[in-house]
């Protein structure tokens, strides 16, 4: 019994993998950059895409996808940047997938955008299996979750590629723990970057956009 279901998950991710590879294709041949932000709910993922779309659009080629089980709450939300904005919703499914992407994308001209940011399902497990065919996965993680969350989901932040410690405006309300958070990021994910921001008060979101200057500053 058990070697077939190990099976039919194997062959699930065998084609996602290769439809994320496609996906991978069609971005670069577009020539545009896509950031995959996954976090557990309520991290801050549309608040930071909220403050990243108000301060890029209009003047940058910028767009988003969001996925969520129910309601398109936050593609409203987005979607007041006047940025492109369109919801994926999953239903039961608690990850976004290639195949998902790639029908939300179908009529898109990728081409007129420079950064595409798409925003997972709100989940610390999920997400971490299924390539999207993004340039950038970012895994956020607020002050207000506790420092052990690394530790606890290491596959997540194992498959990052930068961190976003969000809600610093909560640290000291929290008494949040910096250098046990950071700790626990470098023992599964040693070398892993984080940058720090309160998207509520504005507080560094340069450092956070300027990881995109390169797609930005044309
Ligand atoms: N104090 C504070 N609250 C925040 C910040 N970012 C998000 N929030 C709040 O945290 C909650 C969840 O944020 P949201 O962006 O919806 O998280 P998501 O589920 O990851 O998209 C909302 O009530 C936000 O207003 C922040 O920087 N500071
Ligand atoms: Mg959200």
């Not at 062959?11 to 976090?39: C, E, I, M, P, W």
């Not at 039961?92 to 009529?107: G, N, P, Q």
């Not at 997400?127 to 996965?137: I, K, N, Q, V, W």
């Amino acid at each position: 019994m058990t070697p077939r279901i190990v099976e039919v998950r194997r062959d699930l991710l065998r084609k996602n993998d290769l439809l994320a590879h496609q996906l991978r294709s069609r971005f670069a041949a577009a020539g545009v950059t896509v950031v995959n932000l996954v976090s557990g709910p309520g991290a801050g993922k549309t608040a930071l895409l909220e403050a990243t779309l108000a301060a890029l659009h209009p003047g940058r080629r910028v767009a988003a996808l969001v996925g969520d089980l129910a309601t398109d709450n936050d593609a409203r939300r987005l979607g007041r940047s006047g940025a492109p904005v369109r919801q994926i919703t999953t239903g039961t499914v608690c990850h976004l997938d290639a195949e998902m992407v790639a029908a939300a994308l179908d009529d898109w001209d990728l081409g007129a955008l420079d950064l595409l940011f798409i925003e997972n399902v709100g989940n610390l497990v999920c997400p971490a299996s299924f390539d999207l065919g993004e340039s950038l996965r970012v895994v956020l993680f607020s002050v207000t979750e506790g420092e052990d969350k690394p530790l606890k989901y290491p596959t997540i932040f194992n498959g990052a590629d930068l961190a976003v410690l969000t809600k610093l405006d909560l640290a000291e309300a929290v008494e949040f723990d910096r250098a046990a958070a950071y700790r626990n990021v470098q023992a599964v994910r040693p070398g892993l970057e984080i940058v720090e921001v309160s998207a509520k008060r504005g507080t560094g979101l340069d450092g956070w956009l300027a990881r995109f200057s390169a797609r930005i500053s044309a």
